[in-house]
């Protein structure tokens, strides 16, 4: 027997016309454009990313404290402009998500990590760049049992 799955689907002028919001992880499909949307379950369509062959990027504004949506993101980047604490909403088990926070062209921007967010005693919390308009790379990780986003790598001071 034979299955068919169809994605919810519209043109590029509904979607931006009707603005819904998807549920999480509810795939949308532009189908004069082939371009693809996956939903978080609180952001409308306009504000959504397009799917780019494996990739989601998020560019959120900066905030004295900030929290990240990160289900359908592969990367989040930041730039920050203050001294901020840093939140992630919780991840699918296993999602793998590289954060990228850029130093705007003061520097000194200090990030503190939220309780959601735990380093290793091989890989500890970083001390990040402070130098203006460098960028860190940061490789964290979702564990479901833990309930926590884990820390595994980063690479500081890139131009």
């Known amino acids: 027997m034979a299955i068919t799955l169809q994605l919810r ?3 590029a002028a509904n979607w931006t ?3 819904p919001t998807l549920a999480a992880a509810e795939a949308g499909v532009e189908t004069d454009t082939n371009k693809v949307k996956l939903g978080d379950g609180a952001t409308a369509w306009t504000a959504l990313p397009y799917y780019t062959g494996g990739v989601f990027i998020s560019s959120p504004t900066w905030g004295a404290t900030m929290t990240l949506t990160t289900l359908g ?4 980047r930041v730039v920050l402009a203050g001294a901020t604490t840093v939140n992630l909403s919780a991840g699918y088990d296993g999602q793998k998500l590289l954060l990228t926070l850029v130093q705007d062209a003061t520097g ?3 990030v503190t990590w939220g309780t959601g967010i735990e380093w290793g005693v091989d890989v500890p919390a970083p001390t990040l760049t402070v130098v203006p ?3 860190d790379y940061l490789g964290i990780f979702y ?3 833990a309930a926590k986003w884990r820390g595994v790598s980063y ?3 890139y131009v």
């Open 108 to 110: 000194n921007r200090i």
């Open 133 to 135: 308009n460098m960028t």
């Open 155 to 157: 690479a500081r001071g």
């Open 73 to 76: 993101y592969s990367e989040i």
């Open 9 to 11: 689907h519209d043109t």
């Open 17 to 19: 016309a009707n603005n």
């Open 143 to 145: 564990s479901s049992s």
